[in-house]
Each structure stands twice: as structure tokens, then as C-alpha cells.
């Protein structure tokens, strides 16, 4: 199973990013997909979660109304577009997957990308 992250960088205040995470190796269509982060000296958060279908979809309050995530079956990737970058989402992402259910808790989650940083200057 892997799990590739791509598309972080560093941006100004207000402006946007859009991640992406290629999936290989599991049936992407039968795996909840999730995006978590985690700042320096801080535990890992839940960021956002999608659906097998992509009908559902779930979000943390501290991104919510800024970040969308979606999903691409024909090529096996899922997408979180932020928006209204703050210095506060500064953190490397890491995209998840999980066979069973939704979850928000980073514990539940068996299958982990690497990681991509993300870094907003204010």
C-alpha cells in the first residue's frame, strides 16, 4: 500500500493550496479517505474525511467553510483544496485511509502517506 502526498509549499496569508494524494495497493473504493496534519510540538488533528462514494464528507471546524476534500476514482487520488490560508494551518499533511468507517481519530487509521509540509507566512 502506498500512499504518495503532493502539493504542499509555502504561501502568503489568504492564499490557497491544493493537496493531493495518490493511492496505490488497496481498493480505493472501499476506503474512507482522510487528511490529518501536524504542527511542531503538537499531536496529529483530523483535517477532513471523505466517503467510499465521496457522497459524505467531514471537516474539522478550524478548516471548515476554507477546505474541500474530494476524490478522483478513475485515478485513484483524493484532493484537499484550503483555501483563506492562515499562519495557524502551518503543519506537514498527511493523507490516511481506513477500511472499516468514518473516524477523526489518527489511531484508527492503518495506512499513512508520508506527508507533505505546508507552511503559511503571515
Known amino acids: 500500500v502506498q500512499l504518495q502526498a503532493s502539493g504542499g509549499g509555502l504561501v502568503q496569508a489568504g492564499g490557497s493550496l491544493r493537496l493531493s494524494c495518490a493511492v496505490s495497493g488497496l481498493n480505493f473504493g472501499r476506503y474512507y479517505m482522510a487528511w490529518f496534519r501536524q504542527a511542531p510540538g503538537k499531536e496529529r488533528e483530523f483535517v477532513a474525511a471523505?466517503?467510499?462514494?465521496?457522497?459524505?464528507?467531514y471537516y474539522a471546524d478550524s478548516v471548515k467553510g476554507r477546505s474541500t476534500i474530494s476524490r478522483d476514482y478513475a485515478g485513484n487520488t483524493v484532493y484537499l483544496q484550503m483555501n483563506g490560508l492562515k499562519p495557524e494551518d502551518t503543519a506537514v499533511y498527511y493523507c490516511?485511509?481506513?477500511?472499516?468507517?468514518?473516524?477523526?481519530?489518527?489511531?484508527?487509521?492503518?495506512?499513512w502517506g508520508q506527508g507533505t509540509q505546508v507552511t503559511v507566512s503571515s
Open positions: 490516511a485511509a481506513r477500511g472499516v468507517a468514518y473516524s477523526s481519530s489518527p489511531y484508527d487509521y492503518d495506512n
Open positions: 471523505i466517503s467510499w462514494r465521496g457522497g459524505i464528507t
